[in-house]
């Protein structure tokens, strides 16, 4: 069983930053890839930014530049630091892991962006 426990997130002003957490306990692989999805209601759940346990990442186009994925392998915990946020980044993001063929979700945190 896997656990994802997520923090951060809240609202700020357009061009502001923020800074997500998420650690995963539990049956953890050393090989896995942690990172972000987000959705906005009605419409499905995109990815962010994702990175694999070697240190491989992968960015939507939208937040390229703007966004910075990291983790700390020995915690199980990977951040996204988000600068230069936009109204159109407001969404509730989630968390996840891949590991073994399995996807495993955090409970999802609200970030919203001011005009």
């Known amino acids: 069983q896997v656990q994802l426990v997520g923090s951060g997130g809240g609202l700020v002003q357009a061009g502001g930053s923020l800074r997500l957490s998420c650690a995963a306990s539990g049956s953890i692989f050393s090989i896995n890839t942690m990172g972000w999805y987000r959705q906005t209601p009605g419409k499905q759940r995109d990815l962010v930014a994702t990175?694999?346990?070697?240190?491989?990442?992968e960015y939507a186009d939208s937040v390229k530049g703007r966004f910075t994925i990291s983790r700390d392998n020995a915690k199980n915990t990977v951040y996204l630091q988000m600068n230069s946020l936009k109204p159109e980044d407001t969404a509730v993001y989630y968390c996840?892991?891949?590991?073994?063929?399995?996807?495993?979700w955090g409970q999802g945190t609200q970030v919203t962006v001011s005009s």
């Open positions: 990175m694999t346990s070697g240190g491989r990442t």
């Open positions: 996840h892991i891949y590991q073994g063929g399995w996807r495993y």
